[in-house]
């Protein structure tokens, strides 16, 4: 296959699929392309193209089979435990209250994989919410893959997909053999598995049961997906939530996406996403402003060595090309990769500060905040002055819930960088957040000046993926909802 086709490949996985495919994913789509050839018959690549490219119940199949191909289907029991509490300690309780009167409960794992996911919620639903025994409580799983649905609707697992379990869960839930271990009938009746495309399919879909969620779990999915489908796909959740409904993502995965009407909440370990409730007639409570805020940070896509502020000694040569590959590999999210290449650089006696920069996002992006921050801190001592450091260091200071850090290092990035408009928009809501609105409006109205002037390398700093013009719609709806409701409520 010459690079041309693999390009022209690469195009229409992406239109179909949402899946970026990149260099490195290279050897698996040739691999997978030539595998599929041969299988279905189609003789040459260029045939079996042409056939994708239709849209017949044929090659609708055929999608389905290549994504299984392309996606790992990595997944197992109680996968983040710590996500599973926040789940069952305050979505499902809230949600509860808000359905008392229909005692409807929707729950929905998207690209549940093999169907771990779902099972482990149907399980801790009746090991600890027993009131929800005479409630409506759907449990669907969908994934694009048809034999991950297939395993799913089984329901038999092996040992691997235990890690972590109770003994005593695996026992009441299970029946084993000793080699496989099956989900008991009861639990099995609750759950639904079908085949369902995120990118190609209509979402919500009423006729196939995919709306009015109460929560939405779509968690290590989006790392698959590009940018613009990462945002369409989760505003497309959004639509599927009932208001006040939850979306729980892997971590960070919706960084960088300014979406609408929904609001970021915090909790030990987990964020969630929740969509906003209406305006109730009559009441003084409002709406929440869409506080949108990015979690943890994106890798930079300007990777430079920069002089060393604090050593005479030249950076490697080698750096550069290994600091642009790590670059690479970051931004199309591959962290573990980018981290095991960047991580051998910190040996250089000076290594360069957009080794330490990168290394410090890369492992923000994993979850590792102790060793992010760490990792700001020797970026700082490279680069004192560097006002997306401190970005980042408020970024992972706000993940961690600690926003006195955060409106720290947010001011400290204004006061290195006049024109960090990203610190502005963050600031703002921090300010909102503690009650100081006219401060927050103040914010918000410099942001709003300098996205109407042209900007630095066209980017918005602090938010490299959102266009000045989405930025800039996104403050002025914070203004409008801020001055609109004359008050502000946190989200807890
Ligand atoms: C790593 S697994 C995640 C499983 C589970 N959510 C978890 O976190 O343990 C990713 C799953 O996403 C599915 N997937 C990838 N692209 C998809 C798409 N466009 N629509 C639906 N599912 C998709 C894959 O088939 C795979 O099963």
Redesign the pocket.
Known sequence: MTEIEAAAWRRLINER???RIGKKEDTTLRRTIHERVSVTGLVEAANYLDFLSKETPASELEWETL??RL?????YFF?DARQFDVFRTILVPQRIRERQREKTLRIW?????TG??LYSIAILLDLHIPELADWNVTLLG????PE?VRRARDGRYREWSFRGVDARVREQYFQGDGKEWRVIDRIRKRVRFEV????ADAIPDPLNEIHSMDVI?C???FI?FDSATVRTVAERMIRTLMPGGYLVT?HAELYAQLLDGIDTIHHPGSLVYQREMPLLAGSTRVAKPVERRSEEPKPSRDVVVRPQPKSNAKPRVVAEPTLTEAQGLAARGSYRAAVELVEPLLKNPTPPFEAHYLLAECYAHLGRREDAAAQCKRALERDPLSAKTYFLLAKIAEDADDQGNARTYLEKVLYLDAAFTGAYIDLGSALKRSGETTRALRLWETATGLLSSPLRDGKVPGYPDASPAEALSHVQRLIQQTTGSGESRRST
């Open positions: 699929l949402g899946l994504a299984g996606t790992i289907n990595e997944t996968r794992s998207a690209g549940c994989s771990e996911e969908t994934d694009v893959n991950n369902s495309n995120l990118v779990l968690r290590n999915v698959y892997g």
